[in-house]
T-cell receptor, first 114, second 112 residues
Framework: DSGVTQTPKHLITATGQRVTLRCSPRSGDLSVYWYQQSLDQGLQFLIQ???????AKGNILERFSAQQFPDLHSELNLSSLELGDSALYFCASSPTPSGGNEQFFGPGTRLTVL | AQSVSQHNHHVILSEAASLELGCNYS??????LFWYVQYPGQHLQLLLK??????LVKGIKGFEAEFIKSKFSFNLRKPSVQWSDTAEYFC??????????FGQGTELSVKP
């Protein structure tokens, strides 16, 4: 158990819908990273937040957005879903904005778009 | 384009065989390197990391990796694999700001 929690574990939805994935970082960690793992793209960095502020963006679609709340949990919002958005979405946390010595990964949310 | 490459997509070994998984990266300058493992149905766990110093790094569960700067490589090794090592292995480079750039992953299947 890494100390990072993600809900829900599984999510099945239809094309065109909107979903919200939630991540709670390890106690004391201020940085949250979101990654997408898909069969064709592998593991890709999406976005990073540090203490409520967006720090870095990767290959994140305009249909996707994220935020980090004052209690440091983060939400990833995916809208106008397409079949290709089906993937495993991980969040990771670290204590510092630069990633520290290690990022600790949550169990992931498996999104299936039908 | 700058990237991380893992040479083997799927490796099949018998128990007690030796393992070496290749990883090359194309980023210049100082690099922080990681190997993560993902057991079936589980989250990514850190096996080992290299930041500086001794280029031979020892990790958990008997794994080690060697950083060869001139070859831009960070290969993972284990002298004798076990059935429980069956998993997917990811090499990663940490970029400024902390984001990790991952290789494509290598699926290891160990036959008992």
């Amino acid at each position: 158990d890494s100390g990072v929690t993600q809900t829900p574990k599984h999510l099945i939805t239809a094309t065109g819908q909107r979903v919200t994935l939630r991540c709670s970082p390890r106690s004391g960690d201020l940085s949250v990273y979101w990654y997408q793992q898909s069969l064709d793209q592998g593991l890709q960095f999406l976005i990073q937040y540090y203490n409520g502020e967006e720090r870095a963006k990767g290959n994140i679609l305009e249909r996707f957005s994220a935020q980090q709340f004052p209690d440091l949990h983060s939400e990833l919002n995916l809208s106008s879903l397409e079949l290709g958005d089906s993937a495993l979405y991980f969040c990771a946390s670290s204590p510092t904005p630069s990633g520290g010595n290690e990022q600790f990964f949550g169990p992931g949310t498996r999104l299936t778009v039908l | 384009a700058q990237s991380v490459s893992q040479h083997n997509h799927h490796v099949i070994l018998s128990e007690a065989a030796s393992l070496e998984l290749g990883c090359n990266y194309s980023y210049g300058g100082t690099v922080n390197l990681f190997w993560y493992v993902q057991y079936p149905g589980q989250h990514l766990q850190l096996l080992l990391k290299y930041f500086s110093g001794d280029p031979l790094v020892k990790g958990i569960k008997g794994f080690e990796a060697e950083f060869i700067k001139s070859k831009f490589s960070f290969n993972l090794r284990k002298p004798s694999v076990q059935w429980s090592d069956t998993a997917e292995y990811f090499c990663a480079v940490k970029r400024p700001g902390g984001k990790l750039i991952f290789g494509q992953g290598t699926e290891l299947s160990v036959k008992p």
